[in-house]
């Protein structure tokens, strides 16, 4: 069964830098799309940055130019790399992987808290 955890996550100050990781349990070769969302509580779960399989990478504005989505294959691990962050990143992360060949999966990990402090 695939698997995906993450890691990272914490307090920072603003103006400071995390990087989170999301690790599966399997290969990120055969993933279609990956990706980190962010929650705030009371909220919907937005996507902040996307990743296909073929290295196109997207991100809001709200995270354009700060953050950077990134993947290592030889330790099947996507990347999240943020700096400058503000009071407002403050917000439960969260990566997300589709497969759509066999075995087709749309897995999310459980949630990794970044709190920024002003």
């Known amino acids: 069964q695939v698997r995906l955890v993450e890691s990272g996550g914490g307090l920072v100050p603003a103006g400071g830098s995390l990087r989170l990781s999301c690790a599966v349990s399997?290969?990120?070769?055969?993933?279609?799309?990956m990706g980190w969302h962010r929650q705030v509580p009371g909220k919907p779960r937005e996507l902040i940055a996307g990743?296909?399989?073929?290295?196109?990478?997207a991100y809001a504005d709200s995270v354009k130019g700060r953050f950077t989505i990134s993947r290592d294959n030889a330790k099947n691990t996507l990347y999240l790399q943020m700096h400058s962050l503000k009071p407002e990143d403050t917000a439960v992360y969260f990566c997300?992987?589709?497969?759509?060949?066999?075995?087709?999966?749309?897995?999310w990990g459980q949630g990794t808290q970044v709190t920024v402090s002003s």
């Open positions: 997300n992987m589709k497969r759509s060949t066999w075995p087709a999966y749309d897995l």
């Open positions: 399997g290969s990120l070769r055969g993933v279609d799309a």
């Open positions: 990743m296909s399989a073929v290295n196109t990478v």
